[in-house]
C-alpha cells in the first residue's frame, strides 16, 4: 500500500521480490480464483480488480447500484463460488496518508460494508451488512459460515448468508491508537487466526468463540495472515517493519475456496 509503490507482488523463498502488476489506487486484500487470477481489493479509483496470472487487469468494479465502493478491502471466495468483499467504509485519501492514519479514527463517520459479488459478471448482487465502523479482514469458516471484523470496536462478526450477522468473538481494541482485528484465516481445528493491527500479535480464537493464547509477532502491526501448503505454517504481514514473517503453529490451513470463473 506504501505511496511509493501500491503493487501487487511475489515473493520467492529467497525473499526476492517481483512486481506482479500496479492496478492503482491502495491495493490491500487479495483472493485466488481457480483460473490463478489474483483478485485485488483497492485498485484505481478504488475499485475491485482481476488481475490474469501475468497481472494484466482483466475487470474493474467500482460499486453497486447504491454508490461507489469507499475502500475495498479483504477478499474471500465463498462455497457457493462468489466473491464475498469488505469496505472499510471511508476512502483511503480521509483516512491516511502514506501509512499515517487520521487522529480522530475512534470517532469520525464511518459506513463500512460486506458485498456479495458475482465473479463471472462482475455485479455486485447485495450488501450483506451496513454501517460498519472500518469492515476489515474476511474469511469462512469449516461449515461454510461467512466471519468478518470490524476494527474499531475490536469485534468479529459471523454471518450465514439470508440471515443477520451475529457477534462471534471480542478482540482487542483502544480508542486511543488504531488498533483492532484485521486479516483472518480458518484452520482446518476450526480455530480462527486473526492479526490484531497495533497489538503485535495474532489473536488465536476457538469455535466458541473465546480467545486462546496469541501468537506473538515480532512487529507492532501485523495486517494479514495465511497458511503455507506445508502444516503448521502461518504467514503474517508486518506494517512496522515492512516484512513477512513466519510463525509455526499446531495447525493446517483451511482449504480455501478457488472457483473457476465461467466466461
Known sequence: ???????????????????????????????????????????????????????????????????????????????????????????????IEGFAIRPDFATVSYDGRVFQIDPSTGRVLRRLASGLLFTNGIAFDPFGVLH????????????????????????????????????????????????????????VIGPDGHLLRPLETNGDRPTNVTFGRNPGELYVTEVEHGCIESISVEDSGLALNVPAIPP
Open 1 to 95: 500500500m506504501g505511496d511509493d509503490r501500491t503493487c501487487v507482488s511475489a515473493f520467492g523463498w529467497s525473499g526476492v521480490r517481483r512486481e506482479i502488476s500496479r492496478p492503482g489506487g491502495r491495493p490491500t486484500g487479495l483472493a485466488v480464483d481457480g483460473d490463478n487470477c489474483l483478485w485485488v481489493a483497492g485498485g484505481e479509483r478504488n475499485s475491485l480488480v482481476k488481475l490474469s496470472p501475468k497481472g494484466e487487469v482483466l475487470l474493474a468494479i467500482y460499486g453497486d447500484e447504491q454508490g461507489p465502493f469507499l475502500f475495498p478491502n479483504d477478499l474471500a471466495f465463498g462455497p457457493d463460488g462468489l466473491l464475498y468483499m469488505t469496505d472499510s467504509g471511508m476512502t483511503p485519501d480521509e483516512f
Open 148 to 203: 468478518y471484523a470490524e476494527t474499531i470496536t475490536g469485534t468479529i462478526f459471523r454471518q450465514e448468508i439470508g440471515r443477520e450477522p451475529e457477534v462471534f468473538a471480542r478482540t482487542q481494541r483502544s480508542t486511543d491508537r488504531f488498533q483492532g482485528p484485521d486479516g483472518m484465516a480458518f484452520g482446518v481445528s476450526g480455530n480462527l487466526y486473526c492479526a490484531i493491527y497495533g497489538a503485535g500479535h495474532v489473536a
